[in-house]
């Protein structure tokens, strides 16, 4: 009996941390991210993880020994008030929450996660101005100043702040760079600003990440980050 108990037990366990595991993971995996906003969003995800992940092994274990040790009890006690116990938790909530709090204001409230019209980008460099325009069942890019207009094709330069002006010419669509770790609606007749900075080069697949029709599934771009001399090289292409 006591051997199939612990084998119970270790069941038990094992499924914790197997539940727990994806979300190590998500931590560790991926370390260099492509973009400050990714990576600023990834930092806020993993501070948060390393705080749910030992208080949820903390409460099951409370649960599992509890179901444990009174697995037997058949005249059950009921508990009586412990009012050192009780103001120890809540103290002890309140201090996480505001932590939580504070570490996700200081994250969202940052210019390359949460931009608002008319704030300077972080940095000393003039950022790269490109409008988005979404439409049933493509994407154009125009970069003011520039005159270049592109469809299905947005190239970007690594180690400068870009700020894509984002909307809609018919429905509600979706800007959304999954390997680049942007998204933002597209809204007809209204603006959504994201800004960021890439750090790496590289190809990426640009989604429409709201159903707008029968070519959803097909609407779809590439986001091209290039050196700041292989964009000025594709600029002076595009143009000529």
């Not at 991210?33 to 995800?45: A, F």
């Not at 940052?110 to 003039?126: I, S």
Request: aromatic share 10%.
């Amino acid at each position: 009996m006591n051997r199939t108990r612990g084998g119970a037990f270790l069941v038990c366990v094992v499924g914790l941390v197997a539940a727990v595991e994806p979300a190590t993971a998500q931590v560790t995996a991926q370390v260099a991210s492509e973009t400050v906003t990714e990576g600023l969003i990834r930092g806020l995800n993993s501070n948060l993880l390393y705080v749910a992940i030992p208080i949820a092994v903390f409460v099951e274990g409370i649960l599992i020994y509890t179901v444990w040790k009174y697995r037997n009890a058949d005249e059950p006690q009921p508990t009586r008030e412990n009012r050192r116990l009780e103001i120890t938790w809540t103290v002890v909530t309140a201090i996480i929450l505001l932590w939580v709090g504070v570490a996700s204001y200081q994250v969202m409230g940052n210019p390359y996660v949460t931009p608002q019209p008319g704030e300077p980008v972080p940095g000393d460099r003039e950022p790269v101005a490109v409008q988005v325009y979404a439409q049933q069942f493509n994407w154009e890019f125009r970069y003011p100043g520039e005159n270049v207009t592109t469809t299905g094709t947005m190239v970007i330069p690594t180690d400068r702040p870009v700020r894509l002006n984002i909307t809609s010419r018919d429905v509600l669509h979706a800007f959304h760079v999954p390997g680049l770790g942007l998204k933002k609606d597209a809204f007809p007749q209204q603006s959504n600003y994201i800004v960021t900075k890439a750090n790496e080069t590289g190809t990426h697949q640009l989604y429409c990440a709201e159903y707008c029709g029968s070519g959803h599934s097909q609407m779809l771009a590439t986001v091209e980050v290039r050196t700041q001399e292989g964009y000025r090289a594709w600029l002076d292409e595009q143009s000529s």
